[in-house]
C-alpha cells in the first residue's frame, strides 16, 4: 500500500467512528468480567440487594404480627416477589397474602422460569411496558407506588388555591428509576392539563436496558463502558458532566457545558424556591423538604431552611392546596431518582419547568429562561 494512502484511511475510520457514536449503533465489547457463579455471587453480596440490614428489609421486623403486608411485600421480600409472580402456585401479577420477613432480594427471585420469561411491566398507573431480558423484574419494583393518576384524583374538581384539610402529601415512593425511564408511558409524574410529555428515553439502542447500565448482581455503573461513546468519562465521577451537543440549557443559567445532571440540579432549586414561595403568599403557611418521612414540614421559624427542629412528625405540613400538592409531588419525585439525569431527563425537565409555572400562576415567580424540551 503506498505511504500517501494511509492519512485517508485513518480519516476514514475516525469519521466512521464518529458517525456511529453520534448515531449509538457502537457496538461494545463483550463484558468481560469473571461470570462464574462464585463471582456473581460475591458481587451481588456487595449490592444493596443484598444487605440484610437495609430498612428496606428489615421495616416490619418489630410488628405484631411480625410480617410484611401484602401491599408492600412484592418489593420488599423474595417470598413476595414469588408470590407475585405466581411462582409459589398462587394466582400471577398479585400478592395473595402477607409474606414473613427475614428475606432479601435473593438469586431465586430474578432466576426462576416465570421471571425469565416474563416480558411485560406493570405499573401503579395501570399502563403496561414490554422490556427486552431480565431488565423487566428491575421494573416491577423500581417503580414506586404511585403515579400522577393518584394526583389528579385527589385533587379533581378543587379549587386549586384553597387550602383543603383533606388533602394529604402524597409520596411516589423510593428508588423509581424504572418509571422514569418509561415517562409519560406510564405517567410517573403529575402531568400538567394541556402540555404533552416525554415517554420512554431511549438512550440509545445498544445501551437502553437497565442491565445495560447497571451490573445485574453489583448493581453497579461500569464508567468504562461509557467512555466507548462519551469519550469524557473516564470513571463514576465523570458521569455527572455528560451532555449532549444539543442539550438546552434547561435551567437558564447561561452554562452549557455542565452535565445534563447539572441542569436538573438546578432547576430542582428554582423549583423549591417557586414552592416555598407559593405556600408562603398563597397557601399562609411556610413550607420547608427535608430528607426524612413526611418530607414537608413547617418552616415555624420562617427563616426557609429546613431546621433540625423543625423535622419531626408532628410538625409535618398539612396547609396543602391542589396545586402545592401537585408541584411536592413532583419535587419530591425527582429527588427520588438519583439516576434521573440519565434515566430520562427531557420528562423531569418538562415536569419541573411546567410545575414552576403553575405555580406562578397564583404566585409570579421571576421564572427567567427556562427551556422546555419539547
Ligand atoms: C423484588 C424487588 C426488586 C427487584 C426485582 C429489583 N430490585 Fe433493585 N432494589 C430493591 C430494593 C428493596 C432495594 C433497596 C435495597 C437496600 O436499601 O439495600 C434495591 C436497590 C437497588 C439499587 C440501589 C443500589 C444499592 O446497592 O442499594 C439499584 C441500582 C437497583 N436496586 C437496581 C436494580 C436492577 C438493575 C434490577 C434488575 C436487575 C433490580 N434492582 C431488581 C428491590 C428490587
Ligand atoms: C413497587 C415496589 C414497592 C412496593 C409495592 C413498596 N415498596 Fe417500599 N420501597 C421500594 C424500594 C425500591 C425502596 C428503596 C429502598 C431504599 O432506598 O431503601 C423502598 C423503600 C422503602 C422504605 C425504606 C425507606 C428508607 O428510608 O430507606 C420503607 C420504610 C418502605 N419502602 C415502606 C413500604 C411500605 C410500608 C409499603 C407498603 C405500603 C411499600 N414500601 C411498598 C419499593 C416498594
Ligand atoms: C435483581 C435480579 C437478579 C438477582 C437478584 C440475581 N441475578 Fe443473576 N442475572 C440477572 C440478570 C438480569 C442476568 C442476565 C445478565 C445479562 O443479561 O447481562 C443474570 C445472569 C446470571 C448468570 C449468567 C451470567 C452470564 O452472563 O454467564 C448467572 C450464573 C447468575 N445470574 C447467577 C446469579 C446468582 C448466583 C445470584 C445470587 C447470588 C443472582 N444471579 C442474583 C438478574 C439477577
Ligand atoms: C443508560 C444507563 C442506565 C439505564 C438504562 C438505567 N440506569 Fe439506573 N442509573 C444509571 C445511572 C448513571 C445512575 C446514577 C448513578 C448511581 O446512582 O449509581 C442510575 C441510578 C439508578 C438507581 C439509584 C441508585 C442509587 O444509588 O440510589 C436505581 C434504583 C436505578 N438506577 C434503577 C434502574 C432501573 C430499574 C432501570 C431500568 C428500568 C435503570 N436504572 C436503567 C444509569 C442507567
Ligand atoms: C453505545 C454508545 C453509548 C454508550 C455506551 C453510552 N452512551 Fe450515553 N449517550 C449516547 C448517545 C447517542 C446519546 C444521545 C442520546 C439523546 O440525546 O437522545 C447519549 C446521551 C447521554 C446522556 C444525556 C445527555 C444530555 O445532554 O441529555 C447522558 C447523561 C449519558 N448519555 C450518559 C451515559 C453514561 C453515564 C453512560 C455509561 C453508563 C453512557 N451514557 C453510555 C451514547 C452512548
Redesign the pocket.
Known sequence: MKKSVWPLLVIFFLAGGLTAILIGQVKLAPKTQDNSVEAISERWT??????QE????IHWDEDDPAEIPANCA?????Y??LDYLGEDGTEALMVDAAANIGS??TCN??HNPT?HEKEVAYFPSGAEVSIEG??V??????QGTRSGLNVESATQDLPEDEVNSDLGFINVH??I??AVRYGSEVTVGYEYPGQTYAGYFLHTENYQY??DC???H???IDAVECAACHPSVSDLADIWSVRSEGTPDYDGDGNTTEGVYGEIETLHEIMYAAIQQYATDVAGTSIIYAGSFPYWFNDTNGDGNADEDEINFGNQFTDWTPRLLKAAYNYHLVNEDP?GFMHNAPYLVQLMVDSIANLSEASPFAMGNLIRPD
Open positions: 456487595e449490592s444493596g440487594h443484598a444487605d437495609a430498612e428496606a428489609f412484592k418489593c420488599h421480600s423474595a413476595g416477589y432479601v432480594v427471585v430474578c421471571a431480565g431488565s423484574n428491575c421494573a416491577e419494583c423500581h423510593y428508588k428509576g424504572g437497565c442491565t447497571h451490573d445485574p453489583a448493581l453497579t439516576g
